[in-house]
């Protein structure tokens, strides 16, 4: 961007009303540069869209759609054309055309689906993930917890001393 016309982090429809809704989808814009000791010429806005809606909405569009319809959104929450008449260039991830994600980031599911999920089949394949973390969902933390209890499963289906404390987890994460 040319002009930093944006604070370092702005939730579209704000903070509390996120917390308070009933899972509407997010927009987050924030300064990619925030912390960083750089000349003050340059700007880097980052904009993330989560959610359903958001993946319906932008998730057609083609790089150049795309990059017109954020900048739009980004209008919309500033005001005053100040993403369009900012613009300089863009680097774009769209994880809605990628083939082996599909645009999701994480798995909103119930307990028992996650348990579900965890289910070993015919003894060859386990599922791990942030997605199947029942306490920690959609985190770092949950996906190295989760595969953790993978490998453990693996080694223990295979005759593995089950007694060695390293092999020991909380099914409950």
Known sequence: MKEK?????TL??????????????????????????LDSKTNILGFVAIGSKHAGEFG???NDELVKAVLEKIDNIFGDQAG??????HVLQNWTSEPF?????????SKKLKLDLR??????????GEHTSIKYSSTVVGAAIEGRRAAVEA????GVDKTCPCLQINHEQ
């Not at 289910?119 to 791990?128: D, H, K, P, S, Y």
């Open 5 to 9: 016309f944006y604070p370092d982090l």
């Open 12 to 37: 579209d429809n704000g903070f509390f009303r996120q917390i308070l809704s009933d899972g509407e989808d997010l927009c987050v814009v924030y300064d990619a540069l925030f912390g960083k000791e």
């Open 60 to 62: 057609q569009l083609h």
């Open 84 to 89: 369009t008449n900012n613009y300089m260039r």
């Open 101 to 109: 994600i599909k645009g999701s980031y994480s798995f909103p599911s």
């Open 119 to 128: 289910e070993t089949v015919g003894l060859n394949v386990i599922f791990a």
């Open 155 to 158: 080694v223990s289906a295979k």
